[in-house]
């Protein structure tokens, strides 16, 4: 089945730039989406096909995807982006359909 | 306003049954596909199954297959989550996601409701 490895931590100082990868067996060839989730709150979309950002995230997240990583983005970062991150994409190869999550990434903002 | 609402968790023993409802409002339920999403104390998210707008095509994750069956009403507005045969690592916040699109399969989760615990337990 398929597997999206994410970092368990990652810690930037605010102001600073953070990237979070998501890495897959040829994951560029799939759509990855990304999802913020503050403890007790429900996940959040913030980048979904790859790259696209949905109304009211800031300008701040991006995202990119190819070869066998996909990476969020968060530039500027800010005391309200500490969260978990989760990636997603949908796994069409083996004779169903399946969602596969990452493990997610902890956001720490020193 | 978009808003789902989810609905019937609480505490099962192994072996037993739950039906989880979700509640949509504030769009056209029947154009969009839906999914339930859970997760365990602690820990990351895991899909359990995917419905078409229209009901007719259903996905189940491997750990569920069998046990579980997702279906909608869409004149009501409503969509549900039977689980058969609860397990203790079954536990968790099972959260509904709605798919911009109707057909399953595909895409990302753009609206999510605020989670109904399940907790099996003797």
């Known amino acids: 089945s398929y597997v999206l490895t994410q970092p368990p931590s990652v810690s930037v100082a605010p102001g600073k730039t953070a990237r979070i990868t998501c890495g897959g067996n040829?994951?560029?060839?799939?759509?990855v989406h990304w999802y913020q989730q503050k403890p007790g709150q429900a996940p959040v979309l913030v980048i979904y096909?790859?790259?696209d950002r949905p109304s009211g995230i800031p300008e701040r997240f991006s995202g990119s995807n190819s070869g066998n990583t996909a990476t969020l983005t968060i530039s500027r970062v800010e005391a309200g982006d500490e969260a978990d991150y989760y990636c997603?994409?949908?796994?069409?190869?083996?004779?169903?359909?399946?969602?596969?999550f990452g493990g997610g990434t902890k956001l720490t903002v020193l | 306003e978009v808003q789902l609402l989810e609905s019937g968790g609480g505490l099962v023993q192994p072996g037993g049954s739950l039906r989880l409802s979700c509640a949509a409002s504030?769009?056209?339920?029947?154009?969009?596909?839906m999914s339930w999403v859970r997760q365990a104390p602690g820990k990351g998210l895991e899909w359990v199954s995917a419905i078409s707008g229209s009901g007719g095509s259903t996905y189940y994750a491997d750990s569920v297959k069998g046990r579980f069956t997702i279906s909608r009403d869409n004149s009501k507005n409503t969509l549900y989550l039977q689980m058969n045969s609860l397990r203790a690592e079954d536990t968790a916040v099972y959260y509904c996601a709605k798919a911009p699109q109707g057909i399953a399969g595909q895409g990302e989760f753009d609206i999510w409701g605020q989670g109904t615990m399940v907790t099996v337990s003797s």
């Open positions: 040829n994951i560029g060839s799939k759509s």
């Open positions: 504030g769009f056209t339920f029947s154009s969009y596909a």
């Open positions: 096909y790859d790259s």
């Open positions: 997603q994409v949908w796994d069409s190869s083996s004779d169903h359909r399946r969602v596969v």
